[in-house]
């Protein structure tokens, strides 16, 4: 049985990414809770300290990699024509990357 | 059974018993899609957000108003449940809380935290 229909990879991917999301969301909440960013300046300044634009730039990778598993799953579950589903995950699939490279731009592209 | 003799099939979803892990497994599947439609709408806020005072400011406005303050609500509900249902499923993994009464009980906790939770938050934007 090849590696890919066993599913461990995206298994391990999905439960992976699903801990540092939730560490980050945790994160992120409380930090705007307690601190409330109510201006640009600050909100700004915030994001862009080198930490923060990297855990966040990771956590755009964690929920692009935990979404992919997650929706290929339910189109493989309910999408049973061959054609519609392939097509539907190459479309799911192109968006994701599309997703993550426009986070990529907000958050390096001045 | 075969494709010639698929065998029994009941699939009414009104009249199969569900019990409580199942109403979570849905909701967190669902809360799941939920949250992938709103991964293009979560960018373009932060895109707004620091481009500078002007977008800050129009995300301020935007959620004064009453449609995408209820928007919020939903998106806050299908979070919080993805989030709590997603760490029982991680503990259940690890084995932990994985016989009948105890996974029953924490089902039916998760799928009520996070309603309450979405509640407080409700509440909080009147």
Known sequence: ?110 | MNKTNPGPRYLDLLRIKMPVGAVTSIAHRLSGVLLFFGIPVLIWLLDLSLRGPEGFARIQAMFDGSLVRLGSVLVIWALVHHLLAGIRFLLLDLHLGIGLQAARASALAVTVSAIVITLVYGVSLL
């Open chain 1, 1 to 110: 049985m090849s590696a890919g229909s066993r599913g461990l990879g995206a298994w391990l991917v999905q439960r992976f990414s699903a801990v540092y999301l939730a560490f980050f969301v945790v994160y992120f909440a409380v930090s705007i809770a307690i601190c409330k960013p109510g201006d640009f300046e600050t909100w700004h300044h915030w994001i862009m300290t080198p930490a923060m634009n990297i855990a966040m730039s990771l956590f755009f990778i964690a929920l692009a990699a935990h979404a992919w598993v997650g929706v290929r799953d339910v189109v493989i579950d309910y999408v049973h024509s061959t054609a519609l589903r392939v097509g539907l995950l190459a479309i799911i699939g192109a968006a994701l990357l599309a997703c993550l490279l426009w986070a990529g731009r907000v958050l390096w592209v001045s």
